[in-house]
């Protein structure tokens, strides 16, 4: 069983709508990370979080520790937004490694 | 800063061939990361470095793998005989750690086809 397991696997959202992306762990860590993965390939850091909730444009993720869950909301969704998302979590035990989720396939229609 | 550089991009080789992947860091980051994606198993940390030495190689598959940080410009990620099975997208990615704020930056990829 993956230790970072994310939902759902796939998404398809009109333009406008409001998007969520969950991600539950089940070992201790010392943060977590979103990254988006373009139909091209290439990876980018969203978001790093230990706790709380940060927010970058129409992008929020939050993290709940106690209950080991994290979520990324996309707001006004839009079709450049369409991408594979993806969680990771840092291991408390070992600073450079990062557990992945599957990835969330996203696609926003016009 | 151009990011982090790979090369070569795409390599196709056949199965027993030598496989050398390159990779240039961002210009002061202190730790280096090797990846592996496939459609099977998602994206996998192969091993990392800091200060150019590695500090866990865990996530190497086997002794055909691997990986030298000779300075801290440059890293290199040998499969020495390749085999059908590591056909995959290889990343490289990089990071400094400064306190809290260590987001990881990653290469463009390298799509390794083994036939």
């Known amino acids: 069983k993956n230790e970072v397991e994310q939902s759902p696997q796939n998404l398809t959202a009109q333009e406008g709508e409001f998007i969520t992306i969950n991600c539950s762990y089940s070992?201790?860590?010392?943060?977590l990370h979103w990254l988006q993965q373009h139909p091209g390939g290439g990876i980018v850091s969203l978001f790093m979080?230990?706790?709380g909730k940060k927010k970058h444009g129409r992008l929020i993720a939050t993290i709940n520790i106690q209950e080991k869950h994290s979520s990324l909301h996309i707001t006004a969704s839009h079709p450049r937004d369409s991408a594979v998302y993806i969680c990771?979590?840092?291991?408390?035990?070992?600073?450079?490694?990062?557990?992945f989720g599957a990835g969330t396939q996203v696609v926003v229609t016009p | 800063d151009a990011g982090v550089i790979q090369s070569p991009r795409h390599e196709v080789t056949e199965m027993g061939q030598e496989v050398t992947l390159r990779c240039k860091p961002i210009?002061?980051?202190?730790?280096l990361f090797w990846y592996r994606q496939t459609m099977m198993r998602g994206l996998e940390l192969l091993i990392y470095?800091?200060?150019?030495?590695?500090?866990?190689d865990s996530g190497m598959p086997e002794d055909r793998f691997s990986a030298k940080m000779p300075n801290a410009s440059f890293s290199t990620l040998k499969i020495q005989p390749s085999e059908p099975r590591d056909s995959a997208v290889y990343f490289c990615?990089?990071?400094?750690?400064?306190?809290?704020?260590?987001?990881?930056?990653f290469g463009p990829g390298t799509r390794l086809t083994v036939l």
């Open positions: 470095f800091n200060n150019n030495v590695p500090i866990d």
């Open positions: 990771a979590v840092r291991s408390v035990n070992s600073w450079g490694k990062l557990q």
């Open positions: 070992v201790g860590i010392s943060a």
């Open positions: 979080l230990s706790s």
């Open positions: 210009s002061g980051h202190d730790y």
């Open positions: 990615a990089s990071s400094l750690r400064q306190g809290e704020n260590n987001e990881q930056f």
